[in-house]
């Protein structure tokens, strides 16, 4: 039997790969490199083609017997789907439910998707636990929170098995190297310093530093890539031993400040680069900080990178070498 990873050649998908292999996985990548590296995919088996096209889908699972799905192929910049819904309600919903239908046709019933914190919208109280509501202020959080409806409706109509993982700011590299972000463009915080870092990038701008934090820079919940694909393996395992359909945060239940982030970076490169302090972005939070008390307990998930200048090193030994 064999796994199949869509948008397998991303940066969380290609980390996920890595470990299933080491457990002795057969995985099957599929992705259509519109985002992903296909330099990332250094296990398995690949095979490009799209989720818009169910012959592609179908392909995949006429040649491959597939015991479970796990799902990253979705959009997932959110100022893009403020200016762009449709394109993210076209890919992330409809392009998921392409899915499922083939899924259905050949007997499929496991999948672990990647949701994020972004269903949760604006924070009421901190930390995040999966029981809070959920009003997304973005379309990219909303077509999240829409396929984990649809994944409840599944449940109950077709007997889907599902895992959610409702991730907070993924991080790091690989710890032995092999493979590790590359967003084209880039947005996330810890990348962007270490460009700076290297002299590729100008500076790096602080928006916001009166907000009602200890240095009043934004906190924010990282998670290393590697305790996140960690956490994937668990969930899988946790389904073929007939778990019941679920949802779990994934962070470290910890904040760290954008300032926090920028003095670690120098501390673990060595180098000192422009920081320039600009106003507020709309939409910040002060905090995001989630609970993964339930992953802990349910899925027996623990983090082993929880400190971030860890997360910062394994991401710069990546920066200063990246193939992709």
Known sequence: MAILICGGAGYIGSHVNKQLHRQGYETVVFDNLVYGHKEAVKWGYFEQGDLRNLEDIENVFRKYPIEAVFHFAA???VGESVAEPEKYYDNNVVNTLNLLKVMRKYGCRKIIFSSTCATYGEPVCLPLTEDMAQNPINPYGMTKLIVE?????????????FVVLRYFNAAGADP??????SHQPETHIIPLVLD???????????????????DGSCVRDYIHVYDLATAHLLALHYLEQGGESDFFNLG????????????????VTGRTFKVTLADRRAGDPAILVGSSEKAA?????KPVYGDIHAIVEHAWRWHEKAEY
Do not use: C, M
């Open 75 to 77: 959009y997932a910049y």
């Open 176 to 181: 032995e190297g092999e493979i590790g972000e």
């Open 252 to 267: 470290n239940a910890q904040g760290v400040s954008v300032l926090e982030v920028i003095e670690a970076v120098k501390r």
């Open 196 to 214: 700076a870092a290297a002299g590729s990038r100008e500076e790096i701008k602080v928006f916001g530093t009166d907000y009602d934090t200890p």
């Open 297 to 301: 307990r349910v899925l027996g998930w």
């Open 149 to 161: 409806k649809i994944f409840r409706d599944y449940h109950h109509a077709y007997g889907l098995q």
